[in-house]
């Protein structure tokens, strides 16, 4: 099945460590994303790619790091520098089009304790 | 700048009801995307519309309908007899030509109770 894959689903770090989350779609999309959602909140864009090793930072992007080496590969590294990073994180993929649809994945939870 | 307002942050009908979700949005853009999109317990987001700003055509999916009125500046969704798995989080957002981001408005929550 054609699909966005986050891994794990729910993550546990202690406060300092750098935490690397990981999004793999094999729909053959060009453009990946990374969105962060807090509890009652929309969802903010971290980092998005529109092509391999390629990326551009979004609106929150401080504490956060990623690479785009492979086309179905986006993985986000949350570091420690990262203020509050306990947050349900998205990410999501898209055809060439910025105006087509934007499919998201399952999500991982990240939990600092 | 965009904006995406959804106004209501929680609604709760009972089963059969119908129930409107209200977006207005913001945006310079002549040329623009709308989107609903649908998240349920589970957290994934799911899509539900998508829709250009040069279709002013009402849709209607099964239960699910959409109103887009460009003189208000509102693309608003109803769920037509509601049903317990109607229950989620749902999201407005937007696309706008000269951005290179979805904007999304903070959802509203709808509890569907049997």
């Known amino acids: 099945d054609g699909g966005i894959t986050q891994s794990p689903k729910y993550l546990f770090r202690k406060e300092g460590q750098n935490v690397t989350l990981s999004c793999e779609q094999n729909l053959n999309h060009d453009a990946m994303y990374w969105y962060r959602q807090d509890p009652g909140q929309g969802l903010r864009l971290i980092y998005y790619s529109q092509i391999v090793n390629d990326f551009q930072k979004g609106d929150i992007a401080e504490g956060y790091s990623v690479s785009r080496e492979k086309k179905e590969s986006f993985p986000l590294t949350v570091t420690s520098a990262q203020k509050n990073p306990t947050a349900f994180y998205l990410c999501?993929?898209?055809?060439?089009?910025?105006?087509?649809?934007?499919?998201f994945g399952p999500g991982t939870r990240l939990t600092v304790l | 700048a965009q904006k995406v307002t959804q106004a209501q942050t929680e609604i709760s009908v009972v089963e059969k009801e119908d129930v409107t979700l209200d977006c207005v949005y913001e945006t310079r853009d002549t040329t623009y995307y709308l989107f609903w999109y649908k998240q349920p317990p589970s957290g994934e987001l799911v899509f539900l519309i998508r829709?250009?700003?040069?279709?002013?055509q009402n849709e209607i999916s099964g239960r699910y309908s959409w109103n887009f009125q460009k003189s208000t500046s509102s693309f608003n969704f109803t769920i037509t007899a509601s049903q317990v798995v109607d229950s989620a989080v749902y999201f407005c957002a937007l696309y706008g030509g000269s951005n290179y981001k979805l904007t999304f408005g903070k959802g509203t929550l709808l509890t569907v109770n049997p």
């Open positions: 829709r250009n700003s040069f279709d002013e």
């Open positions: 999501a993929s898209r055809t060439g089009t910025r105006s087509d649809t934007q499919y």
